[in-house]
């Protein structure tokens, strides 16, 4: 039976409720408010992950981080944390395509980060929340800058693969543009702005990288193996099985060391020992370069020479800290001394490998400075670098 139609009428006898006009607006939805803004609890969690990541990884960073005053330390153990995580992509992949993402991602995140807006990754919130106290604590006048995270980090992608460094000059421009760089950004987080003390700074970054590339050559020598089907290998691959020898190409010409003599011979390689300690007195120059600069600067009041880095694009100074008086730049060293005592780990290693005549295979060099504290602690309540 068909089913009966409505008449027109029935039909306009039919009204709809009315109902009353909604206007609609933009509001900010909570999830995304709070990824834009980590937690206090975040936060906290992200400071004790920085800290047992620089503790395992970076130990004399980890000892030396009680000598910076603790409104600039989320900063210190997020920079360092920071550039523990970027050494490391080296190690945790497998092939050059996927070590780049990993520094692209690098890039991005201390983008987001200093932008106020980090990731869910605790080293990024971290950082994030260093930046915006440092903002406060400045009143805007000091920032991280965003161009020194990227040199370190496209410093660390060139040398993904362990090419060589053609010359010693070479490997202090490595130095120059990572551990230099690492404490420029920690100076900038105290907040400070000095020609003296990015000079003074400069010197002891060098000298942290040589010696460490002098400390990775046993591990980057005789890589261990990976096992088959690990996270970290997208190949199928278990790893090199030979790796390279990271001393300055014209360093071994000189000593006539051969690559292929340290791969079968170790420490036994002919001219190996005058090799590393060549480069190793390059780093030593360096700390003492910096010893005497502060020393002049107490004596005569001028460090002695000209910031070879002044005109980089990333150092800008005003015309008043280009021209800052003796007293002045000796109030800014005094300031900045915490950021100053890596020197003395470095130092510390560098007697240790001559006590040990220069043999970089000497498992010894490999353990923990127990006297660190200790010497750290002398140095900086006499001043001394």
Known sequence: MPTPKLSIAIVRRIRLPLRPLQTRQFHATPCLFDSAHPSGTEGARARIYCANLVRTYDGPSHVLQTFIPESSRDAYLAIRAFNVDVARVADTTTTPTVGMMRMQFWRDTVSKSLAGSPPKEPVAILLAQAAENLHERSGGKAKLSKSWFNRIINTRAQYLGNPP???LSSLESYGENTYSTMLYLTLSALPQASLTTDHIASHIGKAMGIVAVLRGIPLVAFPPTQPLGTSNSITGSSGPAQGAVLLPLDVMAEANVREEDVFR???????????????????????????EMVSKL??????????????????????????????????????????FMPSIATQSWLDRLQK???????????TADWKLPWKAYWAYSRRKI
């Open 165 to 167: 460094y053609p010359t």
């Open 265 to 291: 011979q170790g420490a036994a390689a002919p001219g190996l020992r005058d090799a590393v300690f060549a480069v190793a007195t390059r780093a030593s120059d360096h700390l003492i370069t910096a010893r």
């Open 298 to 339: 107490r004596s005569e009041g001028t460090l002695g020479h000209e910031f070879e880095h002044q005109n980089d694009e990333e150092h800008q100074y005003t015309t008043q800290q280009l021209n800052t008086g003796s007293e002045a730049q000796l109030a800014e060293v005094e300031k900045a001394f915490g950021v």
């Open 356 to 366: 040990v005549d220069f043999d970089i295979f000497d498992a010894s060099l490999r």
